[in-house]
């Protein structure tokens, strides 16, 4: 099966470089409010705040151009000297296609006067017109959603039209339905613009298996302020019951409250830090403050120097949209497990320095960091929960968490190369080498601690992502080798394109025909992980059944979502 799995993936790469297509180009002029041309401006173009970009000059005329652009959308920021910088965003750019983007910087003066007033509750809503103005409440770039029969992506169509027929678009919804591994999960997500200056998200996931409500509901709010910075602030709160144990009284209930920042300076350096305050009850309440924050040079435009500090290990679902629920406690967060009953939250401290360097199509990244981390969060398969007071059960995801006695300090190295094969198709190669959790022995419940170390291991792993040309299937698979008898992850806090689930891991968003009596998108959805349940380290219960230490539970889920 599984080497049938790798021809399938063979002729589906080999068949997608087909569709590469001939780059494009953006190009413009930069004004002040007055209209008067900028000479002199920088303009930078990317795809994302983490990724590298182009940075082009404006001319006596103001104007400026990028060209050989890769098929994409994109970002254009232009920054001046004595201007506040602006930023244009989701900007597609089609195989040999040139787009005009005009942008008008205004002084810090201007965006406190023509700031947007409060809008009259008696009046019509004009938010969510994908209108990007100027301080000056003049429209600079208007797009337009395709009909849903088309692929949906958005277009640049003019900088001052006003379309009479274009529909107010106050709030975007989501809604999701999840099964697998005996559990069934509704997601939801709602998202609204306020007052053309910020956006409010309230998303989730509860699980209906039991009466009594588990799942994560997560509400924040983010705010523009001339373009200077964008702070947000989040507040989640998650709980996790546990009917049918000795711990049915005691839910897992926690919630965090996070406040962070971007910013750039001279559109050379990005600035993001924030801090979450965490508090936990199981039991006993616990409480956490989360640190972190990140440092982005651009010493060219194709080479970033870039600070990271961290005290969280990442969430690994962010490339899949969080349209599916935590697959455990393990992709939950914040990270607890229990010591002689009571509960002990996860402490770590990641400091990272990378190098990213782009060549025409390839990016490579190479990184040292070090960690420090008690009280790691471990995973395993099964339920020990009736003979241990150290374990945390997960009956939904039937896993457990089980916290290391020991202290993981260690340094370590990463290397990653990034491949745009096509439009449609991207490769990742990500080499990693640090300490981890190891186990020898682990032979009986009663011997786990002991048998428990450290020591320095490798990891390699393969990730492939792209789109289906037609069908429009939006997929995820990646392969991730660990050497020796580990279970923690080598590398836990890589953010890098390169990150992945251990071994292999498959996800797939596949748009549906809309039926007449449903406004809405269907998407139907299939997560996997770990698929060939692989890295099982059995363990012998005082009960006489076995019980694993993993680094990843296998987990098969797949399900609808609804975007209204």
Known sequence: MTRKFGCWLLILFAGSSAFAAADGS??????????????????????????????????????????????GHYQVRVTAASFLPSLQQNIKVAAGSHIIIDL????????????????????????????????????????????????????VVSTNNNPENQKDQPLKARLGFLAGDGDVTTSFALEKSLFSVGVFALNGNISSQSSDPTGVIRASYTHQLGEISQPAVTITYRRFAFP???????????????????????????????????????????????????????????LVVEYRYATSEPDSRADKGFDSAPADLSESGPRMALTNGAPEVERSRHQ????????????????????????????????????SDDVLP?????????AFPGELDTTGARI??????????????????????????????????????????HSVAAKFSGQVPGAGTRWIASYKWTSGSTISTVDAFNTSPGQADP?????????????????AKMDALLDIRNLLAEGYMPVTGQDGRTVYMVQSARVLRGGLAFTF
């Open 26 to 71: 953006i190009s413009g002029h930069v004004t002040d409010r007055a209209g008067t041309p900028q000479m002199g401006a920088v303009v930078n173009i990317f795809t994302s705040a983490s990724a590298l970009g182009s940075i082009v000059f404006t001319d006596s005329r103001g104007h400026y151009e990028a060209a050989n652009l890769p098929p």
């Open 104 to 155: 008008t910087l205004s002084t810090l003066a201007d965006a406190l006067k023509f700031l947007p007033p409060r809008r009259d509750v008696s009046t019509d809503p004009d938010d969510w017109h994908w209108t990007l103005r100027s301080t000056v409440n003049r429209p600079v770039l208007r797009a337009l959603q395709q009909d849903t029969e088309q692929d949906g992506s958005l277009i």
């Open 352 to 387: 990272e320095v990378s190098v990213s360097r782009r060549f025409g199509k390839t990016s490579i990244q190479a990184a040292c960091y070090r960690d420090n981390l008690r009280n790691q969060v471990l995973t395993g398969a099964g339920d020990p929960s009736s003979y």
């Open 416 to 457: 990653v190369v990034e491949r745009k094969l096509s439009d449609d198709l991207t490769a990742t190669m990500d080499y990693s080498s640090g300490g981890a959790v190891t186990a020898q022995s682990l032979s009986t419940w009663q011997n786990v601690s002991q048998s428990l170390g450290t020591a320095r291991q």
């Open 394 to 402: 997960d009956v939904y995801a039937g896993t457990f968490a089980y």
């Open 244 to 302: 049918g144990t000795a711990l049915e009284n005691s839910p897992y209930e926690a919630i965090a409250l996070n406040t962070s920042d971007t910013m750039s300076v001279a559109g050379l350096v990005d600035v993001q830090y924030g801090a979450d305050l965490q508090s936990l009850q199981f039991g006993r309440r616990v409480m956490a403050a989360r640190p972190y924050g990140s440092v982005d040079v651009h010493l060219s435009p194709d």
């Open 503 to 519: 071994y292999l891991s498959i996800f797939i968003r596949q748009p549906l025909p809309s039926a007449g009596f449903i406004p």
